[in-house]
């Protein structure tokens, strides 16, 4: 499928706020998801959006999707240390099938 | 509900013996999926089912993988024989078709380790 684009590695300090970003490349995307793995763990979603939203909040989460540059973004507010995880964006869009695309995945290290 | 279920969570093996992962999806998924995680390469769609139907298979890296869904409440992804670089964590997950933002519900995983 397309390519889905994240950057591998992401340090903060516990109570800063993080911002994972990713884009894409299938103008198709329908759904644009966050899944979340802990160590040891399989992939468990976060958060979505739809690709007619701007923006999505849920308590510290806050999605940005801007579709004219194919850009989603994760931020957590105070972040903590059980935040620390790796993070994967993943698409649905029309020319997927029913699979999903996914990303890389970014790890988050957060320190005390 | 169990969530979806994979056995074994760890498996070592050497070079050319056969292996076989078993994934249980969640009761009443109509989705199936196997995916494979490594490093270098991240998290790969290796195959997907609908109704125990191979959809697309196009993610299979070779013809030593071969996946069946006999039913629909087990899954096998078989490798046979077995090489050192299909080390990896492989994810089962599944899913269903009337949720409206199409999640996927992800196994805890198989770590594949061929010496």
């Known amino acids: 499928g397309e390519d889905v684009e994240q950057s591998l590695f992401l340090s903060v300090r516990e109570g800063d706020s993080s911002v994972i970003n990713c884009t894409y490349t299938d103008s198709s995307s329908t759904y644009l998801y966050w899944y979340k793995q802990e160590p040891g763990a399989g992939l468990q979603l976060l958060t979505y959006?739809?690709?007619?939203?701007d923006m999505k909040q849920d308590q510290r989460l806050t999605v940005l999707l801007n579709k004219k540059d194919k850009h989603l973004s994760l931020r957590i507010a105070d972040t903590q240390t059980g935040d620390s995880a790796i993070y994967f964006c993943?698409?649905?869009?029309?020319?997927?099938?029913?699979?999903?695309?996914f990303g890389k995945g970014t790890s988050l290290l957060v320190t005390p | 509900d169990a969530g979806v279920i994979q056995s074994p969570r760890h498996e070592v093996t050497e070079m050319g013996q056969e292996v076989t992962l078993r994934c249980k999806p969640i009761s009443g998924h109509d989705y199936l999926f196997w995916y494979r995680q490594t490093m270098m390469r991240g998290l790969e769609l290796l195959i997907y089912?609908?109704?125990?139907?191979?959809?697309?298979d196009s993610g299979m890296p070779e013809d030593r993988f071969s996946a069946k869904m006999p039913n629909a409440s087990f899954s096998t992804l078989k490798i046979q024989p077995s090489e050192p670089r299909d080390s990896a964590v492989y994810f089962c997950?599944?899913?269903?078709?009337?949720?409206?933002?199409?999640?996927?519900?992800f196994g805890p995983g198989t770590r594949l380790t061929v010496l």
């Open positions: 959006i739809f690709s007619n939203m």
């Open positions: 089912f609908n109704n125990n139907v191979p959809i697309d």
């Open positions: 993943a698409e649905y869009g029309t020319d997927s099938g029913y699979a999903l695309n």
């Open positions: 997950a599944s899913s269903f078709w009337g949720r409206p933002y199409n999640e996927q519900f």
